[in-house]
DNA sequence: AGTGCCCGGTCGATGTCGTCCACGCGCTGT
DNA sequence: ACAGCGCGTGGACGACATCGACCGGGCACT
């Protein structure tokens, strides 16, 4: 993980399409030596896969929450739980008053509140506070 | 944007790296025709870019932190404030007591706290509340 | 210091794939 | 009924990914 690795998986946090003769000559490599870091860092698990970034608001998701979920039990082990609310898009356990972070994202308001019905219905969660966003300034990749 | 765009997006969240061929195969088309459809939802917006996914404890950034920024005035014309601090991967305007919602990727809370130290320095901050994530349950791409 | 090994690079060949074009089918509106 | 058009198919061509053979420089061991 040198500064040509750093270099390569930033050019392709922009532009993953791009040939492989084009990223190595903006980093002074051959296609074929890009070619073999690329697939190292695949295999080391940098690189967890190729994917593309969608407009939210152009697939009817253009309600942005993030709900703090308070719980009387513990909730490490409920993982499936929230992962089977499709409109949940991060659940993360935290550090603080509230017991688990999710981000939703939903076409409209009234979805909003039925996402929050549901987390109700998991076992242990005794409330929810949430966080509509109203502009979002930016989202963007790791820094490197 | 019919059943076969919303198929098509959803398989190459999954997998952008494959061909044109057997993304068409998995829908009942040719490549020909996925490759228009491909080009098209790029032209409209739908898709914004192909680009890899990197593991955030891979290069450096294993610990990830919300942090509600409170200000003493409107905050709508800061982006590039909050832009200006590489460590925050997202940040909204939200509805609530505080004003501002960043996310926020460092190696180690020391450098988390530099973070901390840099939102104050903004021009109205007037506190933060930062909650630390001790365990993501999965980050996963919008639902279709 | 000599020597052998190995990691990591260049170069070139080959087969696959993206990309473009000509054509045909079915819908729609007049 | 028919012209126009959006959307698909199939084929041709050039670019690209992918692999193998070769090579040079650094390192460990003798």
Request: hydrophobic residues 45%.
């Amino acid at each position: 993980m040198d500064d040509i690795d750093r270099a390569l998986v930033r050019r392709l946090q922009e532009d993953a399409g791009q040939s492989y003769a084009a990223l190595g000559a903006a980093v002074g490599l051959s296609a074929g030596a890009t070619h073999e870091r690329v697939r190292k860092l695949r295999e080391r698990g940098v690189i967890l896969r190729t994917t593309v970034e969608v407009d939210p608001a152009a697939v009817g998701s253009g309600v942005l929450a993030y709900v703090m979920v308070d719980s009387r039990a513990w909730m490490g082990d409920s993982r499936e739980a929230f992962e089977a609310i499709a409109e949940i898009q991060e659940a993360h356990i935290i550090a603080g008053s509230a017991s688990v972070l999710v981000k939703v994202r939903t076409a409209t308001t009234g979805q909003l509140q039925d996402v929050l019905r549901r987390l109700y219905a998991i076992d242990g969660v005794s409330g929810t506070q949430a966080t509509v966003v109203l502009e979002t300034f930016f989202e963007r990749s790791l820094p490197l």
